[in-house]
């Protein structure tokens, strides 16, 4: 088995491909793992959540990481690592256009809302929404790939 450096298009058509992502915040020098549900467009990663742990710990540290991945088999696989920053999209004010933006972006997804908790209701009643809307600026994007033979 090899394993190499991915290029950045190489890495961004693994991100575009996928739709579940492990995303690990950090809070008091502890480490906090989920899995998200995320679209993704280039400059930056969405997402949604219930209130709770983790969009707690990245309001207090922005400074996220995510990792997707495209497993073909035991020794060939894809890994790739998205560090960024979290940004809250409230539905309403100066965030409401890309909260709608993340919001259609994801929805374009079959169960959308797994693992993030319970379907969220229409964009028109979003400001009454428990739902959190988030994107994700990417700071970096690094990759690896595993695969046999000699490429």
């Known amino acids: 088995m090899f394993v190499k450096e991915m290029s950045r298009h190489e890495c961004n058509s ?3 491909a996928g739709h579940v992502a492990r995303l690990a ?6 480490p906090y793992i989920v899995p998200v549900t995320y ?7 969405y ?3 219930m209130p709770g742990q983790k969009i707690d710990w990245m309001r207090e540290n922005p400074h996220v990481c995510l990792e997707i991945e495209e497993i073909s088999g035991e020794r060939q696989w894809k890994s790739v690592l ?5 940004q809250e999209l409230p539905p309403e004010g100066q965030w ?7 919001w259609s972006l994801l929805q374009s997804r079959p169960n959308w ?6 379907k969220p209701g229409e964009p028109e009643i979003a400001a009454a929404s428990p739902h959190v809307f988030f994107c994700v ?3 970096e994007i690094t990759g690896r790939a595993a695969f046999e033979g000699d490429e």
């Open 14 to 16: 693994v991100v575009q």
């Open 25 to 30: 915040c950090c809070k008091e020098g502890r």
């Open 39 to 45: 679209a993704f467009t280039g400059q930056c990663l």
């Open 47 to 49: 997402g949604f959540s």
């Open 82 to 86: 998205v560090f960024g920053r979290y």
């Open 96 to 102: 409401h256009k890309e909260c709608m933006h993340a």
């Open 113 to 118: 809302w797994e693992p993030g908790g319970l």
């Open 137 to 139: 600026v990417i700071d």
